[in-house]
């Protein structure tokens, strides 16, 4: 079991930069995958990234190469996304997932037992 809260969300202006955190507490997430997902109004829940807690290993959503970069801080067990050149297509609720099976390329919300409840993300034009 893990404990995922997210934080760093806001407005922001088209074409600009936001970094979000995700603060992991709990039994042996230290092994885990930990993954970044996004929800826009109206629309499912999509993948956008995810990292292997233990060797850093990353793995994007083709649509996020080069604008969104995930790392993680071991001593503060905190995950960030990293988001440049922002659109308002961007504006959704991020939330924070763990794989407990600690695997690689999962994307489906499925694929990921244990959620943050979400930080806001709007970019406006």
């Known amino acids: 079991q893990v404990q995922l809260v997210e934080s760093g969300g806001g407005l922001v202006q088209a074409g600009g930069s936001l970094r979000l955190s995700c603060a992991a507490s709990?039994?042996?997430?230290?092994?885990?995958?930990m993954g970044w997902f996004r929800q826009a109004p109206g629309k499912e829940r999509e993948f956008v990234g995810h990292?292997?807690?233990?060797?850093?290993?990353?793995y994007y959503a083709n649509s996020m190469k080069g604008r969104f970069t995930i790392s993680r801080d071991n001593a503060k067990n905190t995950m960030y996304l990293q988001m440049n050149r922002l659109e308002p297509e961007a504006t959704a609720v991020y939330y924070c997932?763990?794989?407990?099976?600690?695997?690689?390329?999962?994307?489906?919300?499925?694929?990921?037992?244990?959620w943050g409840q979400g930080t806001q993300v709007t970019v406006s034009s």
């Open positions: 997932a763990a794989d407990r099976l600690s695997r690689y390329g999962v994307t489906s919300r499925s694929g990921y037992a244990d």
């Open positions: 709990g039994r042996s997430f230290s092994t885990y995958t």
């Open positions: 990292i292997s807690w233990s060797s850093g290993i990353t």
